[in-house]
DNA sequence: TATATATGTCAGTTATGTTGACGTATATGC
DNA sequence: GCATATACGTCAACATAACTGACATATATA
């Protein structure tokens, strides 16, 4: 095997274990909770942007109503996510955080946090603005993400 | 929100979007298979490694051995793997692509690889050093990964 | 010979996604 | 004001890929 080929493997093996390891933690406390990496994914996004429209985080997360309707509904019978319908447009339902859904979304975006910042500390200097490059080099329309992550 | 958040959270939703457009290209592909991201992941493993054990499949991929069985079980019977009984250890079967295995491994790695040489190159010098470097930091046990991923 | 290891299989469950259909409320364009 | 589009919700059926637990068999090793 060449060795453009040995080290594009290596690439695509690391992004597979690091991503695992990266979800892995989360996933485990969330699992004491009963939730699941779906509710994270909407806790995440509803914490980085409250009274987010149901159809913008639906545009985000690429998935269908009905899945993310049955995460969405447990998280708000169970008092992490709350409610509330558009002043400006009363078909929309805006999405926040409750308090127990904030702390819960802290608890594990810090974990996530801080291996991120290890990873950084221990890759040298520079590495955390290349490392960011890249991954936005490799999601095929960064335009269609969310504003406030195109810098 | 500090600038350290939100710095930290971009890494956080560029990880997450990177690594489903990384993935969800090779989804399509195996969709025309009848295949999913677990036949990807044994035929990838195989590929790499010929003549892999089942357990030590089973060990890198962190799943049960029924979970492997089941996919192992279709590649099989459609050609794209092939097994043999280790002479050394009449116990072990090892597992190796079949020429079928192969040509769709390579036609889903080519793509992969294609990606991250894509986003290298527009990533700046010392951008893929970098981007390995950080990788590697995120992965709890590094020691514990098949011998050829650890340089 | 006893025990450990490697593999396989059967059965049931869970999490997360899908499609398709249908209903309702609100906004918008002509 | 009426037709159409958008936003949301819900019901039902289904698929994939993981899980646990139990049990069986063959082979290796102490």
């Known amino acids: 095997m060449s060795n ?4 594009i493997r290596k690439a695509i093996e690391l992004f597979f274990f690091a991503y695992r ?4 933690e989360a996933d485990t406390i969330l699992d004491e909770y009963g939730f699941g990496r779906a509710h994270h ?3 995440y996004f509803i914490g980085r942007s409250p009274r987010i429209a149901v159809h913008e985080l639906l545009a985000i997360l690429k998935i269908t109503k009905q899945s993310l309707g049955r995460v ?3 998280l ?3 008092g992490y996510v709350r409610q509330e319908i558009d ?3 009363g078909r929309r339902r805006l999405l926040t955080l409750t308090k127990f859904g904030a702390s819960l979304e802290r608890l594990l975006t810090e974990r996530q946090s801080q291996r991120i910042e290890k990873a950084y500390a221990l890759s040298g200097k520079g590495a955390d603005r290349s490392f960011l490059k890249v991954l936005e080099h490799m999601i095929d329309d960064l335009g269609s ?3 406030e992550i195109r810098d």
Chains 1, 2 share one sequence.
């Not at 390891?21 to 892995?24: A, K, L």
Request: aromatic share 4%; glycine share 8%; charged share 35%.
């Open 4 to 7: 453009r080929d040995t080290n």
């Open 21 to 24: 390891d990266f979800t892995g």
């Open 41 to 43: 994914r909407a806790i």
């Open 72 to 74: 969405l509904g447990q």
């Open 76 to 78: 708000i019978t169970e």
């Open 87 to 89: 002043e400006k447009d």
């Open 145 to 147: 993400i969310h504003p």
